[in-house]
């Protein structure tokens, strides 16, 4: 991309002759400062749960001291079922993004109400994630809610949605892992 000035427009090409136009690109660029706020907001919530959570914060300590990688890299990661699990729980009880946001593709009906093909529609996620039916106790910080014996955030499909709920070209962030990795990394 070269900057003319204000009628500046984006050459740049796929390999297949395609490109991005200046409504995809002020979308996208939103799209990346708003995940650099989420990702920074996310590891301040971990901090802040963390300290709040002392028990937590002992047994997390313990399995990072024990598994003492030499290095951090995906099967680091993996050995450390318990800070996955912190993780999650942190992403639940601290959603940053207060709703997400599409247009309908189809007409359809919720409660009563028909919603037409192309009219906004906003879902405040946080209800799913404080869900009796779906997370007991759920305003209790409980990383084990998370562990392969409970793994309360599977009894819905769309239960445990804290950066938005199906396909990652859906409304489901593309960055979910990215933002996942980042806080085990950082804890």
Known sequence: IQYLGPTTRIRARAADGTGIGDAELSVELHHIVVAGLIVWADLAALLLELDRHPAVRAKLEA????????????GALRRL?????????????????????????????????????????????????????????????????????????LRHPFGYAPQGAGPANGHKCPGIDFATLLMSVFA
Request: glycine share 4%; net charge neutral.
């Open 81 to 153: 079922p318990y800070l996955h699990q912190v993780v999650l729980e942190v992403k639940r009880v601290a959603p940053i993004v207060p709703v997400f946001f599409g247009r309908a593709r189809r007409d359809f009906d919720l409660e009563g109400r028909r919603i037409s093909q192309g009219r906004m529609v906003l879902w405040s996620h946080r209800t799913s994630l404080l869900s009796p039916s779906i997370f007991p106790e759920p305003e209790k910080f409980d990383p084990d809610r998370f562990s392969p014996e409970r793994a309360e955030h």
């Open 63 to 74: 399995e990072v001291a024990a598994a003492a990688p030499a290095a951090i890299d995906a």
